[in-house]
């Protein structure tokens, strides 16, 4: 009795079954529906609304013209698609260099390298988005870092382009796909991979037959961090793109002047994540992540 | 800060209005400058009839450098009312702020004015209340179509400025006449050229085209019937084959001068001002230019309209207004300014503040609306959703 009479809280969620739900899940519960869903369907909504050509003030109404324009100019097409290759490459950068650097890490490298190097990888996270965007703007400019180091052996930079843009997503989201990757491979049992080599296998078999295939749950949550990520920016575009335009760009431009287009035209990322997620799926990753 | 929340701001607004139905009662001598002759449907809203005790506080959106504190606490010193700045980037911005209702006064530029007069957002000003609002704002700066609507004024006038074409003169060793090295492929600078990354750029390429090929009849670069705004965007695709890289952030175009990446494009007096950099010059090519009059506007929600008033008015004096034109770089509308002290004259002498024949070359960004701007009435003209939709195609 006396532990009822002091601890009334634990009692009651003892008892109640509903009540222990309740107070798990309310607040994500609020989090995801209130904000995350309806403001998404409200995003939704006003594809389909009227925007006055004048005042470009919307109205709620049912109608299909921002779609329509979206259909009308192919420039919103080849954009996506340009969009769709940039975050596709910085996905296949982000891995190709988190591969051998999970291996090295965790595998190889002593203690103290491993520490190093993950503070290495992680540091970069603690500067602003931004500041790390216009560091990139310094070093490609066109009598920036790049230029003048790389220039003495004849070699000029991509200046502000397509390529820019790639290697600048690939450097800021890289860390979303080197952190998974690498606790998966620290996770390989060692005697794995001495399993593999009495069977006869060389390294890059083992790399291929063993722990690439427990690596997939890993690779796939940090492409859908760099590929979605990479999906939605914009600015790195602008100040590192020169004349790149990408998805975001023009959601951009539209968000006050054309809100229904803006709206319609943000579906396209929103379904290009979800047929990726849904491919993913397929291979049976997802379950294991 | 005032805390009102609305979920649908645009939509509660909105549904209160009856919109443009654009009453067409355009003059057809095609002079599209003089107000006046094209007259639109307006929402009635009440103009302030007298002052009366100042509210506590006035909240402003402003382009940077408009409202700062070097004049705006001495402002509240005298009336009490504390002056609560919030800075918008770009004219789309100040238009979706204003239609939250929160705020009291905007520095509307030509682009946001007509949407803000027509949607209803912002109320006429009662000249009667502001003193400072007389002769000596210049003339160039009076009665403009973006801010004066059926004889009705919307705008206390701030300062103007035109698109400069800037160059790097260790580059381009000769003071180009013609914005043709922006434009065209034999462009000896091709790969080296900015242009501003915004819908409104496609009047630039208007002004272009209105000069060198007047069979296209453009007379205003912001009314261009479909064919026209067609014979812009090749242009401008053209030109995207010259670009080094687009800016609608100034410190990227700043830099983008001082890193060599550019050497000639678009520019704002302002800018090169801000690069200090003695290879940066600056000027007004033959062809004339786009450019921008700002002005202030009251809101039709304001609930501070005293002192509001008080700011518009206090801000158009000679003194405040040289200020804050020194500070954004810009000409200012008080002409007055310019014989204050020597500082002040040439200030006035290096942005032009009282040449009116400069600016009669320069063409004040304005919404791009279906109803002709230049008085024609046989043609609908494109409409600035059309102008951003047409944008998305120059980058491709």
């Not at chain 1, 229904?260 to 379950?287: C, D, H, I, K």
């Not at chain 2, 670069?221 to 812009?232: F, H, R």
Request: net charge negative; glycine share 8%; hydrophobic share 45%.
């Amino acid at each position: 009795m006396t532990t009822t009479a002091s601890k009334p809280l634990s009692t009651a969620l003892y008892r109640s079954r509903r009540l222990r739900l309740g107070s798990l899940l309310t607040l994500p519960l609020v989090w995801l529906v209130g904000l995350y869903i309806v403001s998404l369907a409200l995003l939704l909504a006003t594809a389909f609304w009227r925007v006055d050509p004048f005042t470009s003030k919307v109205t709620p109404a049912f109608q299909f013209d921002a779609f329509e324009q979206l259909l009308a100019n192919e420039a919103y097409l080849s954009t996506s698609l340009r969009t769709l290759g940039i975050a596709l490459t910085v996905t296949l950068l982000s891995a190709a260099f988190a591969i051998p650097l999970g291996i090295y890490m965790a595998k190889v490298a002593s203690p103290w390298v491993r520490g190093f190097l993950a503070v290495a990888i992680t540091l970069p996270l603690w500067a602003g988005y931004l500041v790390k965007i216009l560091a990139m703007r310094v070093t490609f400019t066109e009598e920036g870092f790049f230029n003048s180091f790389f220039g003495v052996f004849g070699i000029s930079g991509p200046g502000f382009s397509q390529t820019t843009v790639v290697l600048t997503l690939t450097y800021l989201w890289f860390p979303y796909m080197a952190l998974p990757v690498y606790t998966a491979i620290r996770q390989i049992p060692v005697n794995l991979f001495d399993a593999s080599a009495d069977l006869g296998a060389k390294g890059w078999t083992t790399v291929r037959t063993v722990v690439l295939p427990l690596l997939a749950p890993a690779l796939i949550a940090g492409s859908v961090f760099t590929f979605s990520l990479s999906l939605g920016d914009y600015i790195a575009a602008e100040l590192v793109g020169g004349a790149t335009q990408m998805i975001g760009s023009i959601i951009a431009n539209n968000i006050n002047l054309n809100p229904p287009v803006a709206a319609a035209f943000s579906m396209v990322p929103v379904a290009f994540v979800v047929l990726y997620l849904l491919a993913t799926r397929r291979t049976g990753a997802l379950e294991r992540m | 800060m005032k805390k009102r929340y609305r979920v649908l701001p645009a939509m509660a607004a909105a549904a209160a209005l009856v919109l443009a139905g654009c009453a067409a009662d355009a003059g057809s001598d095609g002079d599209g400058d003089a107000s006046g002759e094209i007259t639109f449907d307006v929402p009635d809203v009440p103009m302030h009839e007298e002052m009366g005790e100042f509210e506590d506080a006035v909240d402003i959106i402003a382009w940077s450098g408009f409202v700062e504190p070097e004049w705006s606490d001495a402002f509240t010193e005298e009336t009490g009312c504390v002056v609560n700045r919030r800075v918008a980037g770009t004219s789309d911005e100040m238009v979706q702020l204003m239609r939250t209702g929160d705020y009291d006064l905007v520095s509307a530029s030509g682009d946001a004015s007509l949407r803000l007069i027509v949607g209803g957002d912002v109320a006429p000003i009662n000249r009667d209340l502001i003193p400072n609002f007389g002769d000596d704002i210049v003339p160039g700066m009076q009665n403009q179509l973006y801010d004066t609507i059926n004889g009705k004024v919307y705008g206390v006038p701030i300062g103007r400025g035109a698109n400069i074409l800037q160059y790097n003169s260790e580059v381009v060793t000769e003071e180009p006449t013609s914005w043709d090295i922006v434009w065209e492929t034999d462009s000896p600078y091709a790969g080296q050229v900015t242009a501003y990354d915004a819908p409104i750029y496609i009047a630039d390429a208007a002004v272009y085209l209105m000069y060198h090929e007047p069979e296209l009849g453009i007379q205003n670069p912001y009314a261009l019937d479909e064919e026209q705004l067609a014979a812009a965007i090749e242009l401008l695709q053209q030109q995207n084959g010259l670009i080094s890289e687009y800016w609608s952030d100034p410190v990227a175009q700043i830099t983008s001068f001082a890193g060599g990446t550019t050497v000639v494009g678009t520019s704002w007096e302002i800018l090169r001002k801000l690069a200090a950099d003695d290879k940066l010059k600056g000027t007004l090519p033959v062809e004339g230019s786009t450019g921008w009059a700002d002005a202030w506007m009251i809101s039709a929600e304001s609930d501070a309209p005293n002192c509001a008033y008080e700011w518009m008015n206090y801000t158009s004096s000679a003194e405040v207004n040289g200020k804050i034109a020194m500070n954004f770089g810009m000409a200012p509308a008080n002409g007055a300014f310019c014989e204050l002290n020597d500082e002040a004259a040439a200030h006035c002498e290096e942005f032009n503040a009282l040449n009116e024949e400069y600016f009669e070359n320069v063409w004040y960004w304005t919404t791009p609306i279906e109803q002709c701007l230049d008085g024609r009435t046989e043609v609908r003209c494109t409409s600035f959703q059309e102008w951003t939709d047409a944008w998305v195609s120059v980058k491709g």
